[in-house]
């Protein structure tokens, strides 16, 4: 069930933050910044409380291009994701935990997971041929769907979604808050979200920003979302719940690292709450997805001869 719950939780949170940066991994949230290991979140010096901001609007905007520009670098790259599901009870305690393994990395323009391990345990002969097969009707799908937007004259995203404009975030809620903070080390300008609940939208997908509140982090001097957390402020349902029901309270956090100095990619992204998708995939509990093993490798999916793992700067400028 681990599949479903990937391509479907991850799918619908992370739209989200897709609207702001154009790209995939949604979240903000209300709830403090609580640093996770190795992360390191201070408080600014007097001498950066006083030097001004940037304008907000300006900077959202600057931000959403840069992450549509970032994608011709990040295609370029190839990493191993670590998916863990926790299921729980109705008492909150876990009672079944799976995990997968997927390669991340871009096909034909579209950004695809191949999955490589289940619990531990390599894919059989057949189930690589099963993953193959299902990476290709995926891939065609995407690409008709995004010629079909395109032809309307709409900009989508690496899934084929339709790009939510920084002008459209703020007919949906509101950017308040403002400050300027550090984290691991560089400036990042810190605003809130809430959407409103009265707006009224156009897609589906806008139904999903509405219904949530967050807290975004933008790298000050690469103009980039580099951290998320967020909730849903109401329950967000698809067809009276019965295709989508996300329930109320559910939250979400995500975070990028620079990677080779050069592109920022997704490291940790993290869900939790209760949430139903069709009839048969209920689920409660908890998703964590932790990203490792940055490697640059050809269109045809070969990684360069003599490329080594990509770590970060430790020291990034």
């Not at 329930?247 to 592109?263: L, P």
Request: some cysteine; overall charge neutral.
């Amino acid at each position: 069930m681990v599949s479903v719950v990937r391509r479907h939780f991850v799918f619908f949170v992370v739209l989200g933050w897709m609207g702001l940066c154009g790209r995939s991994g949604f979240v903000l949230a209300q709830t403090p910044a609580v640093p996770t290991v190795g992360q390191e979140i201070a408080v600014p010096k007097a001498e950066e409380v006083d030097r001004p901001l940037p304008d907000i609007p300006q900077l959202l905007r600057t931000v959403q291009a840069n992450q549509k520009a970032s994608e011709a670098i990040e295609k370029d790259y190839l990493y191993r994701a670590q998916v863990t599901e926790a299921e729980s009870d109705g008492h909150g305690r876990v009672k079944k935990t799976e995990t997968e393994e997927h390669d991340v990395f871009w096909l034909e323009g579209v950004q695809v997971h191949r999955l490589v391990k289940k619990n531990g345990k390599e894919l059989s002969a057949e189930e690589q041929k099963k993953e193959s097969d299902r990476i290709d009707k995926e891939v065609a799908k995407e690409k008709e769907r995004r010629a079909k937007a395109e032809e309307k004259g709409k900009e989508t995203g690496p899934h084929g979604e339709e790009i939510v404009t920084v002008s459209r975030l703020m007919e949906l809620g509101s950017f308040t808050n403002a400050r300027r903070e550090q984290l691991n080390g560089r400036d990042v300008i810190v605003v809130d979200f809430a959407g409103d609940p009265k707006a009224k939208t156009k897609t589906r997908f806008e139904e999903v920003i509405r219904d949530m509140a967050g807290t975004a982090w933008m790298d000050e001097q690469d103009k980039v979302l580099v951290k998320a957390q967020g909730h849903f402020i109401n329950s967000f349902k698809m067809g009276a719940g019965l295709l989508v029901n996300i329930q109320k309270g559910t939250n979400f956090s995500m975070e990028q690292r620079k990677i080779n100095d050069e592109v920022w990619l997704p490291s940790t992204a993290e869900g939790q709450g209760s949430f139903r998708f069709l009839l048969f995939a209920g689920f409660n509990g908890s998703v964590r997805i932790m990203n490792s093993d940055y490697r640059k490798f050809k269109a045809t999916s070969t990684i360069l001869p003599g490329m080594s793992t990509v770590e970060p700067d430790p020291n990034p400028k």
